[in-house]
């Protein structure tokens, strides 16, 4: 029962922005029935492949912002994203009802010929 009166919070697009300076933003949904209050990222952006561990002690920021059921947000990471650091892995963690917790991540891999991100690993506890 509970697990369908929860927030569903899935990424569901990672875009490569060129403009002033190339950056990415990562787009996240709310695909459940509650609202969540997502409250912060970890990510990391490589040359090779990224491990969980990696992840979790990646870069760290603070956000604060609610995703209300059937709505989505963007998350715009600031560093630069290169043909030298093709790999990018995100967790985000979020809370919901009283007290509960729950995260979801992704790793993806810059494909330059196709000019997009090709989804390696999806994860969520």
Known sequence: ME???RPWL????????VGFRTH????IKNQGRI???VVRSQYVLSATEITQEQIRSGKEEFHGFMIFPD???????????SINTP????????????????EFGLTA??????NEF????????
């Open 87 to 102: 790999y990018v892995s995100i967790i985000i963690n979020y809370e919901y009802a009283t007290n509960k917790k729950a």
């Open 109 to 114: 891999k810059y494909d330059q010929m196709g």
């Open 35 to 37: 609202p969540a209050k």
């Open 3 to 5: 697990s369908t009166l």
């Open 71 to 81: 709505t989505g947000k963007r998350i715009i990471l600031k560093d630069q994203i």
């Open 24 to 27: 990415l933003e990562i787009s």
């Open 10 to 17: 899935a990424i569901s697009k990672v875009e490569k922005i």
């Open 118 to 125: 090709i989804h390696l690993e999806v994860f969520a506890n």
